[in-house]
């Protein structure tokens, strides 16, 4: 017997998404580097340009010679702390220049601005902090000091500019400045296959050196986020055949497909350990940092030439703003708490580029139309399926919060982490979230219970089957119980320790 074929990706997706299977090599420029296809996922749909247009020379002259250790192995501008009046005596406002970047039709070159943009925030960043790093490397014990407090027009009009254009806070985030829109290869013909051949563009500290941590810790999150075309098949399998009552094996095929691009990243997470040490982090850490909720800018920045000249506060660079981990929420409809700390999740979504936005958005609602979740747990197969597929993500946020801990809690006292949320209570809000919806799930469908029906899945010995499907994750749901106790204490003890 065939299944009944449906179309996929559905009308309704190619009409909100009409490049989501192109080849990304044919793709205008006109449209942002982040527009998204199951080819490429959230990476970029082309390698970003490593190189400027010319007229931007004394922008790409900076942004060369301010790492600490420049790409020929020199002592940079912030070596000596001499950034910020190099800024001053070089730099002019270019951002009539911003607006010239066009593609041949007359539309803006996304593509191309989305490089300055990131130039831009590279040098605003270590503009702003350049005092903090000073103040880090000679007094380390007295934490960060103070930010300069106003950004020169020469950076901040044509950086805002930009970001218009993109649709994107004036600042450096993940995707579009700092990781995914920041990383070349050595080698085109191998492409993004090997790790050992990605390179980044633009670096902090000593970066340009492919086996430092700056490189490191950069660039295993563009070797995980190469491996999220498939997790975009997979969700939109998920949804778009539920949605066309496609057979439940379409439907599990999502699911299955979802499975194993997280096996993959996840593998590529756990190598993060050995590619950026965690003693060398909080050094190019420094450079990461936002302006909301950080003591190095209590009265916020000033943009010369940009809104009035009103202090703006925007969150820094966070792995957070991924957008792996927030595709699978939406997808399984995880609620989460109603605090503070969620607030703040959905500030990030905001720094994350637009098409992800969108993408993110739209199975988020269509998972709520369709009943992702109601329709797992009504057969033991799919919602075994669905529980392996919240155990990635509740794998993922626990690797996470173990890097918090070692990368950060137990060597600063420093009480935010980089994009502004409390560094001892903010992951676990979210762990903790999908550690309940899994123990939630198990204990209402699969787990035996005297006197309450088995989920039927319409065959005979559905009670065997049932009984099958149970023991295949048994001992995840072992694992997630004690994880759940032990992260409340971990928590408790760390929030005692710091006087949270």
Known sequence: MTRTQVPFPSARTLEQFPHVNEDPSTLSHALDPFTITTSTGFLPYATAPSTLPEVFGPLASLVDRLPVVKADGKPGLLATYELGPAVKAELSDLTDEVNKLVTADGSPDLFTVAAVFRDYTFLASSYLLEPCWENWCKNPDNGYGLGRDVLPQAVARPMYRCAQLLDLPPFMSYAASYALFNYTVADPSKGLEEYSNLRLIRAFERGHDPKSSEAGFILTHVDMVKETGALISGALKVVDNLEQHAPRADINDGFREILCAMEKIEASMEEM????????????????????????????????????????????????????????????????????????????????????????????????????????????????????????????????????REYIIRRTPHPTATGGSPIVTWLPNQLSAVMDLMVSIYDAYLAPKEGVAVVSNGVNGQEDLIASHRKQVEPMMELVRDQREKLAREVERWCQERGV
């Open 273 to 404: 350990w050995g590619n950026s040490k965690p003693s060398e982090y909080l050094s190019f850490r420094v450079f990461i940092f936002g302006i909301t909720s950080q003591s190095m800018f209590p009265n916020g920045v000033i943009y010369e030439g940009v809104e009035d000249n009103k202090p703006l506060f925007f969150r820094g660079e966070s792995g957070a703003n991924d957008s792996i981990i927030p595709l699978l929420d939406h997808l399984c409809q995880i609620p989460m708490p109603s605090t503070p700390l969620t607030k703040i999740l959905h500030e990030f979504r905001a720094y994350r580029p637009l098409p992800h936005r969108q993408f993110l958005t739209y199975i988020r609602e269509k998972a709520e139309e369709v009943g992702v979740q109601n329709f797992a747990v009504q057969d033991s197969e799919t919602a075994v399926l669905f529980l392996r597929t919240l155990n990635h993500i509740r794998s993922f946020r626990w690797r996470h919060w173990l890097f918090a």
